[in-house]
């Protein structure tokens, strides 16, 4: 690895990992990440937005992090970004790095014949030595709708939240579907909503394993909530000054949600 001002992304399960002294949200500069990790070498994808390169690498889950080192929640470090002034956009080189490690170790195995893959030379692909297979990165479009009605939003508790607080209505996108039926579709299923004036707001890469949220607003044209119970176990009709307990900042969900409250939508 050359190491000379590169800068490398180190994640273990769903952490990112930094040194104590952190400053490093832009990644871990290589000739410090080389002496705390010898002889380990990150994957290094090209075609990095701003046309450069990027040095990512996904320890073992029973690796030991080395002495004076910690372990952050990838989504914690994103809120990080929003803080410093990255906007939801200023996380895209880490979510990228997350996406393509997850990726890598994914794609171990050739999954026509089994032969153990490569990375290919020049493309960000997975390459099999035996059939010529190749596997580029997966990516699962989902969308995530502010459903609005009149000056109040839809915000809802979603099971798996650990803590109180609300969000938006999400889903993946299914086979056959276009955006817009599956923001009509998550609706009616997770809250018996229906809506209409769908639009596309923004998106945001979110490799937990592998999506891209598209952003959408629409109107409540209808229906009265009622909660799946499975996915959703509260929703509720809130205003601009009655907002309750929101998801942390750095994930699409609390952008769009503030840009609403905001009247920027
Ligand atoms: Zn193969």
Same mark, same amino acid.
């Not at 104590?20 to 400053?23: E, Q, V």
């Not at 099971?159 to 109180?164: E, G, P, Q, T, W």
């Given at each position: 690895m050359n190491d000379s001002g590169s800068r490398v992304f180190v994640f273990q399960k769903s952490d990112c990992i930094v040194p $104590?002294?952190? $400053?490093t949200l832009a990644g871990i500069d290589g000739a410090r990440f080389c002496s705390a990790f010898p002889g380990l070498v990150p994957y290094r994808s090209p075609f990095l937005s701003g046309g450069g390169f990027l040095d990512a690498v996904l320890l073992e889950d029973e690796a030991a992090i080395p002495e004076g080192w910690k372990a952050l929640p990838l989504r914690s470090v994103l809120s990080l970004f929003v803080s410093s002034g990255g906007g939801i956009q200023g996380n895209n080189d880490i979510l990228r790095a997350y996406h393509l490690v997850q990726w890598r170790r994914a794609s171990l195995y050739c999954g026509r014949c089994g032969a153990k893959n490569t990375d290919h030379p020049e493309e960000l692909a997975r390459l099999c030595p035996v059939c010529g297979g190749l596997e580029f990165p997966r990516i699962a479009p989902a969308v995530i709708s502010v459903v609005t009605r009149g000056d109040k939003i839809l915000l809802a508790h979603n099971?798996?939240?650990?803590?109180?607080v609300y969000s938006l209505i999400a889903g993946f996108v299914e086979a056959g579907e276009t955006l817009e039926d599956t923001v009509s579709r998550e609706i009616q299923e997770e809250v018996g909503l229906e809506v209409d004036d769908i639009r596309y707001i923004t998106s945001q890469p979110w490799p937990f394993p592998h999506s891209l949220m598209l952003g959408f607003s629409a109107r409540c044209t209808g229906g009265t909530i009622q909660v799946d119970g499975k996915e959703i176990e509260d929703a509720r009709w809130f205003s601009r000054d009655d907002l309750p307990g929101l998801s942390q900042h750095g994930s699409i969900s609390r952008y769009l949600i503030d840009r609403w409250a905001a009247g920027t939508l």
């Open positions: $104590g002294d952190a $400053g099971v798996r939240f650990i803590n109180k």
